[in-house]
């Protein structure tokens, strides 16, 4: 404790800031899911094994609200598509409740909970939430990313 005191006021006397914020850095990003939010994604991508299973989540800015459990219509272990005219149902119900499209999920059965060459190549919605659930392994667990342009940036989930 002593050490940093003095390499903070060594700093201060600088004219430095060991404040990030003040720094001009920005703080992670991170999305809000209520508990009952992940336990039913969950409960969702396990029916589907042994295949992936998907859907889209909405609520608001970066509050996870509802699920919208899609059918998969390339059931395999290893992808997932969504039916376009499904989607648009879906879209309208979303609008009907006030909420905002903010998020994809599928599973990854029997992997882990990262994007695969496929998910990082056919994304189409850079502003959009991608969150992946590892289910059938020895540990369940879902992540959130970002994927633009080939370019994937982990989120924090704030479990709530």
Known sequence: MELRKRIESRWKLKGRNLNLRDAGATHKESVRMPRRIYKRIMIEVKKGLPNEACGLISGSTN????????????????SFAMDPDEQDHVMVEMIHKKEI???????????SPVPSKDDVTFSQFPEVYYFIAAVGGRKEEIRCYKINNGKVKHIDIVFE
């Open 63 to 78: 509050l996870c609200q509802t699920i919208w459990p899609m059918r998969n219509t390339e059931p395999t272990p290893y």
């Open 101 to 111: 499209f903010m998020g994809i999920y599928h599973s990854h059965p029997y992997g």
